[in-house]
C-alpha cells in the first residue's frame, strides 16, 4: 500500500502556506525512494487532471451536497436500530 502525505507549513502571524527549506535525498535508497515519490506525484496530477476533461471541473460544494444527499437518502431506508451500552469504569 502507498499513501501520499502533503504536509504544509503555516505561517504563525498570517496563518497563510509558509516557505521551508526543501527535502534533499542523501543515500542512495533515499535518492530512489524521492524519484519514485516525484514519478508518483506527476501520474496523480495526470490522472487528476484527466478526470477533469472527463468531468468537468466541478467544485467541491457541489460534491458535498451530492454525498449529504445520498447519505441521507440510505439514512432513511435504514431500519432503526435501538441499542444500550453499559461502560465499565
Request: proline letters at 2%; aromatic letters at 8%; a negative charge.
Amino acid at each position: 500500500m502507498i499513501a501520499n502525505f502533503k504536509f504544509v507549513a503555516r505561517d504563525s502571524e498570517t496563518k497563510k502556506a509558509a516557505l521551508v527549506n526543501q527535502l534533499v535525498p542523501e543515500s542512495e535508497e533515499e535518492k530512489q525512494l524521492y524519484q519514485e515519490a516525484e514519478a508518483r506525484d506527476e501520474y496523480r496530477k495526470q490522472h487528476r487532471k484527466q478526470h477533469e476533461d472527463i468531468l468537468g471541473n466541478r467544485n467541491a460544494e457541489y460534491d458535498r451536497e451530492k454525498l449529504k444527499e445520498l447519505l441521507l437518502e440510505v439514512h432513511d431506508n435504514l431500519p432503526l436500530v435501538l441499542f444500550t451500552a453499559s461502560f465499565v469504569v
